[in-house]
């Protein structure tokens, strides 16, 4: 009888491989070789599932940010409700995390002028933005009666300076240890917060009336089982 | 009579050609012939300069981060006194600045496990930091009194948002224009100005007397001629 193979778990078996192999060569050094040694399966295999080597690095990536996505969102769903203590996964504070951050700040260099990886960074752009959207509107009171603007504002704040602290934490590391990381994500957050609660409209003098109806909610995007929609414009 | 050559002029004219080429063909992509073809020299007489690829490349990297130096400067010193109004000058928002940034870009993607290189980018760090730096300190009412650390906590900021925004706005340009660029860079200060200024320690109470001492300046570092010295630990 001819033994069954799980085509999905495989792919995915080679785009954990491909995680591994670019955390220890790098991502502009990694070859398909590495990828195939790591998994275990010869270059002949891989190719019956990824075309080129620029496939799997993109599998691995997704799979990166998938994971990181679950972390997020499982710790969201559990006791944890602080922004920072939640957006602090996402920083390379270990080995890692710098591993993957390292992966995507050398894909943005390599993408830049390559179309095709620029539309596909860009989708996953818009999932990352959901989450931390996300991660915003439920772990900030009021928040999510906030104009849409002003989170999307938000949100972009966010993302740009864990992006620089990104790029700081990887070419500068002894200069900005993870403790130096999570304290300027916690400043940052905190001014942010201010200056966005600041612009937040106020409510009608008096109060809501009784039986008025709410102030309407912006629309944010809830996670729809585990993956989190993304944003249709950012 | 032999020629005299002015070996420096044709160092920094390689470097110029080099930072045009790099403009042309992105940072992963440019050779040493497509260096020399820009120069208008061969690669051989390029060789009498820089030993290899590299060596021209940080050359140029050099002068992109000079030449952006060498405007911020005359721009501190001339009528301009709005720091959002500095900075956005370092802003990816034309074409020339987008090479520039997309070129630094590259760079930190490739430099990250590459010791000489990140040795390199560490010192153009410490420039970076000594500018931004000086500009909060001249254009901040009150700023030169804050604690050092204080300063170097409002520096790491601009400069990790600034970051990030350069990988938004290279990898994402539709999302992010020019107007959206300096929008949000200056939401950031604003709000990162009012954060420090609520953490900037009370003057004694009744005012400082008169006759007594000054409070004492934070040691901030000022340009000596063009060039902005480094901070020497950051």
């Given at each position: 009888?001819?033994?069954?193979?799980?085509h999905?778990?495989?792919?995915?078996?080679?785009?954990?491989?491909?995680?591994?192999?670019?955390?220890?060569?790098?991502?502009?050094?990694?070859?398909?070789?590495?990828?195939?040694?790591?998994?275990?399966?010869?270059?002949?295999?891989?190719?019956?599932?990824?075309?080129?080597?620029?496939?799997?690095?993109?599998?691995?990536?997704?799979?990166?940010?998938?994971?990181?996505?679950?972390?997020?969102?499982?710790?969201?769903?559990?006791?944890?409700?602080d922004?920072?203590?939640?957006?602090?996964?996402a920083?390379?504070?270990?080995?890692?995390?710098?591993?993957?951050?390292?992966?995507?700040?050398?894909?943005?260099?390599?993408?830049?002028?390559?179309?095709?990886?620029?539309?596909?960074?860009?989708?996953?752009h818009?999932?990352?933005?959901?989450?931390?959207?996300?991660?915003?509107?439920?772990?900030?009171?009021?928040?999510?009666?906030?104009?849409?603007?002003?989170?999307?504002?938000?949100?972009?704040?966010?993302?740009?300076f864990?992006?620089?602290?990104?790029?700081?934490?990887?070419?500068?590391?002894?200069?900005?240890?993870?403790?130096?990381?999570?304290?300027?994500?916690?400043?940052?957050?905190?001014?942010?917060?201010?200056?966005?609660?600041?612009r937040?409209?106020?409510?009608?003098?008096?109060?809501?009336?009784?039986?008025?109806?709410?102030?309407?909610?912006?629309?944010?995007?809830?996670?729809?089982?585990?993956?989190?929609?993304?944003?249709?414009?950012?």
């Amino acid at each position: 009888m001819p033994k069954i193979v799980d085509h999905d778990k495989r792919r995915h078996e080679i785009a954990l491989a491909a995680c591994r192999a670019i955390a220890k060569k790098g991502l502009d050094a990694v070859t398909l070789a590495d990828i195939a040694k790591e998994s275990g399966y010869t270059t002949g295999m891989l190719a019956h599932y990824y075309s080129t080597k620029w496939d799997v690095i993109l599998a691995a990536l997704r799979l990166m940010h998938d994971r990181l996505e679950k972390r997020l969102s499982q710790r969201l769903n559990g006791q944890e409700i602080d922004l920072v203590d939640l957006l602090k996964d996402a920083l390379p504070t270990n080995p890692e995390h710098r591993a993957e951050s390292a992966a995507w700040l050398t894909f943005w260099g390599v993408a830049i002028g390559r179309p095709h990886l620029l539309k596909w960074s860009a989708k996953i752009h818009s999932d990352w933005r959901a989450l931390v959207r996300y991660c915003v509107v439920e772990t900030t009171p009021g928040a999510r009666s906030w104009p849409p603007d002003l989170i999307e504002d938000v949100v972009s704040s966010i993302i740009f300076f864990m992006d620089g602290l990104y790029v700081k934490a990887l070419t500068r590391a002894s200069v900005y240890p993870p403790k130096d990381q999570v304290r300027l994500l916690r400043a940052h957050v905190d001014a942010l917060m201010s200056w966005a609660a600041a612009r937040v409209p106020e409510a009608p003098k008096g109060g809501i009336a009784r039986g008025a109806p709410a102030p309407v909610a912006a629309p944010t995007q809830r996670p729809s089982g585990r993956r989190i929609k993304a944003a249709p414009t950012l």
